[in-house]
């Protein structure tokens, strides 16, 4: 109805006048000619001033084709047009049915006139649209009918204009547009927009491969805007794979998942790989608890290194990313100060998709680094022959805190007592702890430009993110500046693509979690007899200072508790980001079947990190006058590649592709750091005014360098049976004085299109794809382990604290995968399994040793885990009626790691002792306990306990009704790791109305909160007052008093561990988005259209059963997952998108 | 098909590509270079300047007493390995602090975090230093009293180790195994007389052949490479050792005892003998207590303290703490329930101590208090009790400055006064077991055990600050009277009235060295708690 409505109202303004720069654009042709020309060599220049800075050399891809073939199937000169230029072609079966053989031999011909000359004669036509060939029917020659003037007074002719559209609003250029029953047909623009000649009663046929046909009645109106639904034509879809190689997905002899980029747009989060959570098989990932732009911990398959790195990889149109990772807490006291990890620099509305590639097989052409799996992210570029395009976003949210414990506010506490175990109060505290959070806000900007004729394409783009966390002060700026260009010369032969990102960011007062210079510890156990509004005000004046100081009459407490006020005003932990990345690619096609390319990318980011400690901090942590430290890291990297790649057809049935190339990959970091207590101006922070005998001047940097060659070979067998080879050798810096001097990584994959091979076709099951593959990787030996050096401290060399290893070789991960991909009712569901397992072993294992050998750790290559596991999604994409469509796809992960062994029959070489280690803790709170044991997985939780008796109850002093607690006995808590994580979305479409939301499930695993101990300790824990107001706490199934059994049950150093598990099971609506687009034609066709959308995420716990957020995490590391120790709460967010297209 | 000749001739472009590929993968020879880390000093740098022997003297002096500026860590290292371990213990100084809600060392539940931190640093930073030394002068006959050096510095480290946990894996560090079994505290501490005496020898021998000569003077922050300083420390260290046999061995004790004293250069006699750790040779020393103390506000003066200084009216009082606001001196008893830390700072008496103040291993009125004992017991002691006893409190009263101790030596009145917790009265102590009775002046009629506790009170006097080797006397003798713990978390494993006898063996020892640890277990005779007794904690 409304729809009509507006239509209606839409027919009687004047048509939009289109294409009016046509005219322009020829007169400047010869112009542009002369100026593309001088932009060339300049460009040029760039590209060699950069690869000779680099010292390598690059070439590239052209747009130009070299074929020869006798009698060979026309499929055989698509093949050759996708191998050796950047096009892809897309074509229906049943078409090519009626193609003949042909024979033609040609050099450097131009694209177009190759298929040209390939179709004549042939039933097909080619339609070129952006970087996609197209084959149809031929058609009968067009005929425009001229309406005679007697049919005049009948249905008059009139102009209709209109926009073509895909589901998610987004134009679709090159769909044809035909007028039933005649031979009018026209083709829609780069923005969509199309005009054609029709009478009001008859009815235009749109039709766009890889989308349904429609038929759409004109009723009388001069605009229409017609929506297109998507139909999968599976197998023939293009994913970008390792280095950047485009693959046919039937091709995959591994499991890739494409997300697209509006998947990160939808609901966005500072750092995108959030966005991730539930949309990927086999990924487990985990939010970093230290707020808003912090980092994300993204786990494909299981952890499978018990020392090394676990995190994915990331790659960006092809290069990995340098780990700009930092220091992870893993104690009870660190937590404050944290930072983002590099992904999260990332804008994400440069992202255009990401290909995750969850197992090794995927990621064996990136070697040594490759075991964790790589999330692969391709960015925007400018649009061919597009004209101008312009949008502008904005996206602003809301936070609060999404789970929080549960607190008390009935029984009070003593004048002077931090404890809130006094009487019951008359009237309950007004005091709650969830007023000391502010709403955050984030409010992210972005525009982005794209133009470009059928040779130069020039996108840029910028944003701005100006975000506050829930803590006051807690502060996340972000700016974002990104150009690129891509254009080629030489008759399409040489391919040069130009990039360059400017990241400028700066975070305040990010902190996760723990005892220091956190103001959750404070106020969370603040007494409830006391009145926190007499500590807002956290400073004083003091008269013997002549300056305000804290003002927090309780002390440290022993928990390093500072006025919570004062903690968020007057110590600031602030870093400063600088980051560039330059790269540039050249694509050269060298004959009619090779290719060659260059690729170059330079990365250097400066992080400076400044801790400023205001007079009368805390002494633990500044003098009187205060304290300041300067932290300084500049990491450099550098990478550089060429791709020679080879298409051959050997005969009509067999086609080989090969990719050989070389890499060097050469990482820099120096850190240097200075600081310590002030020495006599408070407040002033610099380093002439820090006490330069008790300062701390720090010192460190390394120098990675990777060299290698690889190559990947397929061979495949009429489109349908298809053997995928890679190797690659690396020469890594940290092998020396290891037994090995390169380390090669093969992989081996087949897969099969049933379907095909077999002509299986029926509508229930309509596709039926097979794959397997096996692959051996690793995880680089750790650097700087295998020479014996000397630490220098105070100014004098000390002694080091590890053996120093020889005979190490980097651990290694063999795996195999096996998966279906399957499609019923005409594509209309799909479903895609991989089962995996993994082992890895040779693992550069480093056990604590004991203080008594003189060194605290060794290095040895031990240890071996296996990770097995499920990985599938189920999608459904149908469209229900007319106006409503229903997408939904589901996401399931399943893994199991398990340690098979740790150190075992290693024999010393100085006492030929044999040597064996089967359990070894990896550290936690002391009530809490990460411990790798053999037979058990990678994240199982120890515990300490109340001392039991031998029949497992509870021992209770039968005089003074109390329990002790065991320091010295751990039990097996579980594993911090789910069992299954499930993921579901759903996208629902009415009309222009789209409603998109995300339920997240994560089955199993267990967590500890040391939250809930300690305040059930000082009593200001809901279940404090439970037992009080019960009459006790139940041990046993008896009561016994509350008080002093909290004090057992939540003391010590971090509470009794087995009373504080919980499970992590949670179920949560993730993300919910429910939009409105506005298009073209509502705004006479000024814009291209508004999308307006109310978005959540974090929105809802239909089950949690933890006094916190199990998917929160202090540690984006392998190790202290699960634990609470006073983390900062996750983020439950809820805003507006606003997006315009020009 | 075009053949194999074609190819190359048709794609001779190809040939520098080909070159380029081999190239980027045989420029490896910077590896090893990149693979060193460029923040240390490489072996080949550590023979310059005889580096290699020279430095880890200072790596081992920064490390008896841990002060070490490890990047921001030092002063922890001290609070939990000194003063958390043993100052606390002794009575001269009381925790203002309630870590884990007052579950903590001080109330008697040992947090494993800190018990095991003064093992491993010795294990850490001490023995491996020790070890590179052995290795580099093994078999040198011309760098023997470096060596020798080496070996009294490591004496003086652990016998404070040993005297803490009892056995240790002590003869077989360093010999490579990943697990090291332990060894009894009484064939260390044989050991400990054997490679005193060996040391002793070698340098005697070097400084009547090179009198004058200091070659380590640029690594010595003790006594600026002076060898026969270091004679004279090992002797004295000999007679600490040996007195603290007495009960468990008290032939050796005696014998060991007067072997001490009477060596040519004998222990030390006056002040400048004393041993002080102090800035030096380009490294700053500053003294962690003074962070402790004022600037973490985590401890006071002891209530033992008080109670004893108060009551004598000791004019060293002012030297060793701060008066409060209203101009006396108050401490505070460790293990006591604090419930806001406010409460047991503003309160109480800072100590006296600056950044610049040294850090004292030995002095030289702890050798009169020890000779004094000895010649209670009938030793050849080079001189009377009651002459040794005065001389020990006078070197005392002129380390600090206090001038002369003839009227405080005359008092036969003063005694300990009765403590009085300002911030809780249930803290107090009154007259009663707990409090000594005993007085300053000596009298020779006195009994033995008097004397003993007039001795040994007069020399935790003189050891403060040194909370350890106070803690250990004050185990294998009983005197000075410490008040014991209030609240006592041990769960029974520590006797209030006894007082804690020792620490646990650290956690990591359990984690990797299980084998070696039970070994260590079974030679303690005792379950590994606060518990139990040491070999020479044997007092009946």
């Known amino acids: 109805m409304r729809k009509a409505a507006l239509s209606q109202w839409n027919a009687t303004l004047v048509p939009f006048k289109f294409f009016p720069y046509d005219g322009s654009l020829k007169k400047q042709a010869s112009r542009m000619r002369r100026l593309t020309k001088t932009l060339l060599i300049m460009k040029l220049i760039i590209f060699f001033l950069v690869a000779g800075l680099l010292n390598a050399q690059a070439k590239g891809l052209s747009q130009t084709i070299n074929f020869s073939g006798k009698k060979v199937a026309i499929e055989k000169a698509f093949d050759a047009i996708e191998t050796q230029t950047d096009y892809s072609i897309f074509a229906n079966k049943s078409l090519m049915r009626g193609t003949r053989q042909i024979s033609v031999s040609v050099r450097d011909m131009s694209v177009t006139e190759f298929l040209q000359l390939i179709m004549k004669d042939q039933p097909i036509d080619f339609e070129i649209i952006n970087k996609t060939i197209f084959i149809k029917e031929k058609a009968a020659a067009v005929v425009i009918t001229r309406p005679s003037q007697s049919f005049l007074t009948e249905a008059p002719q009139q102009e209709i204009t209109g926009i073509i559209q895909g589901a998610g609003g987004q134009p679709l250029e090159g769909a044809t547009i035909t007028v039933k029953g005649t031979g009018t047909t026209t083709v829609s623009k780069a923005d969509g927009r199309f005009a054609i000649n029709a009478t009001s009663n008859q009815v235009l046929i749109v039709s766009y491969v890889g989308y349904q046909t429609v038929e759409e009645p004109v009723k009388g109106r001069s605009v229409i805007t017609i929506v297109l639904q998507e139909s999968q034509a599976e197998g023939d879809r293009v994913v970008v794979t390792a280095l950047g190689i485009r693959k046919k997905t039937k091709a995959l002899t591994y499991n890739v998942q494409e997300v697209g980029g509006d998947e990160v747009n939808k609901v966005k989060d500072a750092n995108f790989v959030n966005s991730l959570t539930g949309k990927v098989a086999g990924v487990t990932i985990n939010t970093s608890s230290s707020g808003i732009g912090g980092s994300v911990r993204v786990v494909m398959r299981g952890a499978k290194s018990l020392f090394g790195n676990n995190n994915a990889l990331y790659v960006i149109d092809g290069i990995p990313l340098p780990n700009l990772a930092s220091d992870q807490p893993n104690d009870i006291f660190s937590g404050a100060g944290a930072t983002g990890d590099g992904i999260s620099n990332i804008n994400p509305d440069d992202i255009e998709s990401i290909n995750v590639l969850t197992g090794p097989a995927a990621a064996a052409l990136y070697g040594s680094q490759a075991a964790n799996g790589v999330v692969l992210i391709t960015t925007k570029k400018g649009e061919r022959a597009s004209k101008f395009k312009l949008s502008l976003t904005n996206s602003t949210s809301f936070f609060s805190p999404f789970v929080l414990p549960r607190f008390q506010n009935e029984y009070g506490s003593e004048p002077e007592d931090y404890n809130s175990w006094s009487t019951k109060l008359k009237t309950p505290s007004t005091y709650d702890p969830k007023d000391f959070f502010q709403t955050g806000t984030n409010v992210t900007n972005a525009i982005s430009l794209s133009t470009g004729t059928e040779r130069n394409q020039t996108y840029f783009s910028a944003s701005t993110v100006n975000a506050k966390g829930i803590i006051p002060n807690n502060e996340f700026t972000r700016y974002n500046f990104s150009v690129r260009n891509t254009s080629s010369f030489l008759n399409d032969r040489m391919n040069l693509d130009l990039s360059a990102m400017y990241i400028t960011l700066k975070e305040q007062n990010m902190f996760s979690q723990g005892q220091y210079f956190n103001p959750l510890v404070p106020v969370y156990l603040f007494p409830r007899g006391d009145d926190i509004r007499k500590y807002e005000v956290y400073e004083r004046y003091n008269a013997a200072r002549n300056f305000k100081t804290q003002f927090w009459p309780y002390g440290d407490m022993g928990f390093q508790m500072q006025n919570p006020y004062w903690i968020i005003n007057r110590d600031f932990f602030n870093n400063v980001k600088d980051r560039y990345i330059l790269s540039a690619a050249l694509k050269y096609s060298l004959t009619s079947w090779l290719n060659v390319q260059g690729r170059v990318k330079l990365d250097n980011n400066e992080t400076i990190g400044e801790k400023k400690y205001a007079a009368s901090t805390a002494g633990l942590f500044a003098s009187p006058a205060g304290a300041y430290y300067n932290n300084n890291i500049q990491t450099k990297q550098t990478y550089a590649d060429v791709l020679l790649s080879a298409n051959k057809t050997f005969s009509r049935d067999f086609g080989v592709s090969v990719n050989l190339g070389s890499s060097i990959q050469d990482a820099q970091y120096k850190q240097t750091g200075y600081g310590g207590f002030l020495l006599s101006v408070p407040n002033l922070y610099t380093f002439s005014n820090v006490n330069s005998t008790l300062a701390s001047a720090t010192q460190s940097g390394y120098h990675d360098q990777i060299q290698s060659v690889f190559g990947t070979a397929q061979l495949d067998y009429k489109g349908m049976l298809f053997l995928d080879v890679t190797g690659r050798n690396d020469w890594s810096s940290a092998l020396v004085n290891t037994t090995a001097k390169s380390i090669f990584y093969p992989s081996i994959g087949v897969s099969g299109i049933l379907s095909d091979l077999f002509h299986y076709h029926s509508p229930a099951v309509s596709y039926i794809k097979v794959r397997g593959s096996y692959s051996e990787v690793g995880n680089a030996p750790q650097r700087f382990v295998t020479i014996a050096t000397y630490p220098i401290l105070g100014g004098f060399p000390v002694t080091t604290s590890y053996l120093p290893a020889t005979g190490l070789q980097p651990e290694r991960t063999k795996s195999y995968e096996a998966g279906v991909n399957l499609k019923f009712w005409r594509n209309k569901i799909s479903l895609d399994v991989t089962a995996y397992r993994s082992n890895t072993y040779n693992q550069l294992f480093n056990p604590a040793l004991a203080p008594s050998t003189g060194f605290s750790s060794f290095y040895v290559n031990a240890g071996q885990v296996t990770n097995q596991g499920i990985e599938a999604s189920l999608g459904f994409n149908g469209k229900i009626t007319r106006d409503l469509t229903w997408s939904s796809s589901a996401t399931f992960t399943l893994n199991r790691n398990k340690i098979v062994k740790l150190l075992s029959g290693y024999t010393d070489k100085t006492t030929g002792q044999a040597v064996s280690v089967d359990s070894l803790s990896m550290g936690g709170t002391g009530s809490y306990m990460m411990a790798l044991v053999k037979g058990g997985s990678i994240g199982d939780i120890y515990v300490s306990t109340l001392t039991v008796d031998e029949h497992g109850y509870v021992v209770v002093n039968t005089s003074s009704q109390t329990v002790t607690a065991d320091a010295n006995t751990y039990v097996k808590a579980g594993n911090s790791n789910p069992r299954y994580n499930i993921g579901f979305r759903n996208s629902i479409g009415f009309k222009n109305f789209s409603f998109d939301f995300l339920v997240s499930a994560r089955l199993g695993g267990v967590c500890v909160s040391v939250t809930q101990a300690i305040m059930d300790r000082f009593g200001v824990s809901e279940a404090s007052a439970i037992a009080r107001d019960q009459g006790g706490a139940y041990v046993n199934g008896y009561k016994i008093p509350a008080q002093p059994y909290y004090a057992v049950a939540g003391g010590g150093v971090a509470g009794v561990g087995s009373m504080y598990v919980y499970s992590a099971t949670n179920v949560r609506l993730g993300e919910a988005s429910l939009s409105y687009h506005f298009p073209g034609t509502f705004f006479h066709n000024r814009i291209n259209g508004i999308t307006i959308a109310a978005t959540g995420r974090n929105l809802f716990m239909f089950y949690n059963k933890a006094p916190f957020d199990p998917e929160a995490t202090a540690n984006t590391g392998t190790y202290y997952q699960g634990i609470d120790y006073f983390i900062q709460p996750s983020l439950r967010s809820l805003g507006f998108n606003v997006k315009i297209q020009f | 098909m075009i053949t194999t000749k074609r190819f190359f001739i048709h794609h001779s472009r190809l040939y520098p590509l080909a070159l380029l590929a081999v190239l980027f993968c045989s420029c490896t020879k910077k590896f090893k270079e990149y693979n060193t880390n460029p923040s240390n ?146 064939d260390i501490y044989t050991s400990f007389f054997k490679d005193l005496d060996s040391a002793i020898n070698t340098l005697t021998t070097y400084v009547r052949s090179y009198p004058g000569l200091k070659p380590l003077a640029s690594y010595d922050l003790i006594y600026g490479g002076d060898y026969v300083k270091w004679i004279r420390f090992a002797n004295s260290l000999k007679l600490r050792l040996a007195m603290r046999i007495v009960y468990a061995d008290p032939a050796k004790a005696q014998q060991y005892a007067e072997s001490a004293v009477n060596n040519p250069y004998g222990v030390m006699v006056g002040n400048d003998d004393n041993a002080l750790l102090k800035s030096g040779n380009g490294v700053q020393i500053h003294n962690p207590l003074q962070i402790i103390c004022f600037n973490f506000d985590d401890i006071r003066m002891g209530a033992t303290m008080e109670s004893f200084l108060t009551g004598y009216s000791d004019p060293r009082l002012p030297f060793l703490f701060n008066k409060t606001a209203d101009n006396k001196y108050h401490g505070i008893r460790t ?129 403060y600050p040194d909370g350890q080797e106070a803690w250990s006397e004050f185990r294998r003798t009983r005197y000075p009277k410490v008040f014991p713990v209030v609240v006592n978390n041990s769960g029974g494993l520590i006797n209030t009235a006894t007082q804690i006898r020792r620490l646990p063996f650290p956690q990591s020892e359990y984690q990797s060295n299980g084998t070696g640890v039970s070994t260590g277990v079974g030679l303690l005779g005792g379950p590994d708690n606060g518990g139990t007794k040491l070999w020479w904690d044997k007092k009946p």
């Open chain 2, 41 to 186: 000093a490489t072996e080949e740098m550590m023979q310059y300047d005889n580096l290699s022997t020279g430095v880890f003297f200072s790596q081992m002096e920064q490390n008896v007493f841990p002060v070490a500026q490890q990047p921001a860590f030092g002063d922890e290292m001290y609070q939990v390995v000194q003063n958390l371990a043993g100052d606390v213990y002794s009575g001269y100084m009381g925790a203002s602090n309630n870590w884990y809600g007052g579950a903590n060392n001080t109330t008697y539940s040992l947090v494993p975090g800190w018990y095991g931190q003064a093992f491993g640093r010795s294990f850490l930073s001490v023995m491996p230093a020790w070890l590179a030394i052995k290795s580099k002068t093994d078999g040198m006959a011309t760098a023997q009293h470096i060596y020798a050096l080496a070996q009294i510095i490591k004496v003086e480290s652990m016998h404070r180790t040993t005297d803490m946990y009892g056995p240790l894996p002590y003869f077989n560090f360093g010999r490579g195994g990943l697990t090291t079994t332990y060894d009894s505290q009484q």
């Open chain 2, 335 to 463: 293990g006591i329930n604090i419930t806001n830390k406010a409460l047991y700072t503003t309160p109480f008496s800072t100590l006296n101590v600056a950044s610049e103040t040294p850090i004292r291993w030995m002095s030289a009125a702890e050798m009169y208090f020890l000779r004094a004992e000895g010649a209670v017991r009938g030793w050849s002691m080079g001189g009377s009790p009651q002459t040794l006893y005065q001389s020990g409190v006078q070197t005392s009263f002129d380390q600090w400055g206090a001038g002369s101790a003839a009227n405080y030596l005359a008092d036969s009145l003063s005694k300990p006064l009765a403590y009085t917790d300002p911030s809780n009265a249930g803290n107090s102590v009154s007259a009663g077991a707990n409090l000594s009775t005993i007085i300053i002046k000596w009298k020779e009629a006195d009994a033995l055990e008097t004397k003993l506790e007039k001795i040994l009170t007069q020399k935790w006097i003189a050891v």
